[in-house]
């Protein structure tokens, strides 16, 4: 438990070597906090790198100076929510202890925790960031952003090893790559003078021990300590050699401390190994487990791993089924459900795992932390196979709609179709009408449209043999909701006019918010100024009524709104949806948000922005989510705009998504952006085949501004010859040969690029240079390269021919795509994950570092960091890495 330390008293100094730059840094910071410009720093590293040991450090040289206390995340199969905040809140605040205590709203609690932070000069400590729940996520998300009036320096630490692109961390860590009170580091392994330095009087070979070790600390110093004459193949066999030491009575309390966990609180090593002092000093005395306060440690967590994979199937059982046992009877733990869930299944206890999984589900979901409450009711579902049928289908569609939260569609489907199972096998016709309305929902978002469409139907037909009820008018809306999707405006406002009447004669409120925000979104996109105080309704009622997923949905669809209209007015909804969504892990409506929030700055001119937002979504999107297909646009439109390879790859994949389902807002984007992506490269031929079905259809649902885009590109490759009806008005212009009031109605909307377009249809130098130095504004080689070869064929001359102003702009001289790639290769990334990342070949990857390298007149990748950093170029590159916030 986390408490005000004193460990500089604890225990002798510790040697470090090649840690006094970081260490500096550190010290630097809790002096900046301490004089009211709080910190939040992250300490990245492998596994072993000497995280720990650097932060404890740090604690025992403000003793004295500041409040100290640490909390770790656990490597338990499914945390526990805010477990590291429960570990200090004792110390630093106990008010945010009640609250928790007391089961308080989230933003109650985080907000305690802040005000107490501004207080006194304090240092936080977060181990193990790897592990952590999601509220704790949110939670750092919340400080990163908040934590600079404080009077706190809040160090988190993480194996940066162990978290790769999806993993929860890595988000958290993008989203916080711009906060002023926000600093990182990573430690790297020892250089071979270092190990040299350690290996000192050891019999063994400095040189050998360093390639064989990569230089991690903790592997030099556990091959050291074993006291072998050869060296180890695996740090596992150092574990084993260093345990082998122990006496009986100390292994057997070294296995006991292995089933507890990586943090061991001494009364329960007690209870379960029998309480024998001086086998626990052995344990300590040998460096097998340390002391911290009143707690005890592993050294390292794969020291522990080492060890509990030794230990005999039947002993292990033993040893959880008396964790558990313990944990239960003591009023301390009674309450902690996720480690008694997690200590139940692993004694393989049934009865345990249903009550306490289905309590730390209640309680994740509480507490915002979707994922681990899908994680729960999982457990509980692993031995529910005796329930009966009814508690099993309560516990699927839970977990369906958990997974649903959190962009788990293929997980929420299956569980969803489990349960309709279940409801089907108990005649239960109202639930399972119920079920297929939930299950339509869900098949959603794999694009799955026809079945998704099916279900819908077939769960009206049922319901409407049933007497009325709130599930028949969701069932009404869940129809209007199919229509809105498929931009089908007159089915919306039909199928949302009949649930609205069922929702009043039901009094139901959530059927009433989920059908104006169908009818408003269908009204917006059309253009229909009513439609926006609908959803501003739909999303008020939601936020009354606590209802996270509506709120989210009304966000989402103000977004999309946005983005297809050109509505930029609304960019604020779109930024407090992200927030919203990213505070209470809605995963699946963030995704969308970011992925609309990518059309949105490219068609803004933030090209930069666009594509680290679009990458975003790619990255982190399942395959099948039709949220990566607008992502996957905008990504290839800066591309092309850009004049950079690696186009059609990524419209092809928008294609392969969009294509099957067939359904117009999936397929319109797609079938403009390869147009234009057609157009660039000079191919007219391919823009009717690209277009053709896809226009024809946008007139059919008469959508204005798709009408009016694909229009244009049909237009310039001769395909058409005056503007349709109805299309957007700047469109329509620029068909009609109208470019100056075009090019005047795109600037009033805000889009530069699209400007410039239509400046370029000018015979005019003047209008030639004007669009000339704003596609050199953007970085748009491709049309650069027209514009300049126009007024080279009037006989113009001095047509400018060095780097772009965003170019100059930049002290190395880097363009924005060189930026991205250079803040990915500060943050480690080789070439091939960096071409994974941003969608590029390898060979242009290659080809970028090493203009990266000549430019900024360095040798090595290792260079660029510190290069980056005298230019001033650190903001930028931050700025270049920015994901979804």
Known sequence: MGRVTDLARERPPIRILER??????????????????????????EAGVGKTVLVRILAQTVEGMARVAVGACDPLSTPRPLGPLLDVAIAVSPETGRLLEADAERGDVFQAFLSELGQTPTLVIFEDAQWAD??????????????????TLLVVTYRADEIGRGHPLTTVLGDLATAEAVRRMTLSPLSEAAVRTLAAGST????ALHRQTGGNPFFVTEVLASGTSGIPATVRDAVLARASRLSAKARKVLDAAAVIGFRIEPWLEATVAGGDADALDECISVGMLRVQETTLYFRHELARDAILETIPLQQRLAHHRAVL?????????????????????AAGNRDAVLEYAQQAARRAEALGAHREAAAQYARALRFAEDLPLETQADLLEQRAYQCFLTAQSTEAIAAQERALECRRSLGDRRKEGDSLRALSRVLWCLGRIPEADKRAREAVVLLEQLPVGRELAMAYSAMSSVCMNAENAEGTVTWGARALELAEQVEDTETLIHTLNNIGTMELLRGTMEGRQKLERSLELAQQAGLEEHVGRAFIHL??????????DLIDRVAAGLEYASERDLYLWRLWLVAH?????????RWTEAAASATFVAHYAHGESMSRIPALCALALVHARRGDPDVWPLLDEALALGGPAGQFQHIAPVASARAEAAWLDNNLEAIDAETRSTYDQALEVRDPWTVGELACWRWRARLLHEPPPGAAEPYALQIAGEWQRAAQRWSEIGCPYETALALADSGEEAVLRQAL???EQLGARPMMGVVARRLREMGVRGIPRGPRASTRAHPGGLTSRE????????QGLSNLEIAKRSYLSVKTVDHHVSSILAKLGVRGRVDIAREAMRLGLVTELATATRTGK
């Open 20 to 45: 006094d730059t970081f260490l500096k840094d550190l010290k630097a910071w809790r002096r900046e906090a301490a004089a009211g410009a709080g910190r939040l720093a992250f300490i990245g590293g």
């Open 134 to 151: 999601e509220a704790t996520l949110d939670l750092l998300r919340f400080l990163g952003r908040r934590i600079g009036q404080t009077r």
């Open 204 to 207: 063994l070979d400095p040189a």
């Open 325 to 345: 046992a313990a944990l239960r009877s003591s009023p301390m733990t009674r309450h902690d459900f996720p480690r008694l869930a997690h200590h139940a299944e």
């Open 559 to 568: 977004a999309w709104a946005a983005a297809r209209t050109r509505r930029f």
């Open 597 to 605: 929030r990518s059309r949105l700055e490219l068609d803004q001119g």
């Open 773 to 775: 130095e704003t596609f």
């Open 819 to 826: 930026l991205e790639i250079a803040a990915l290769i500060v």
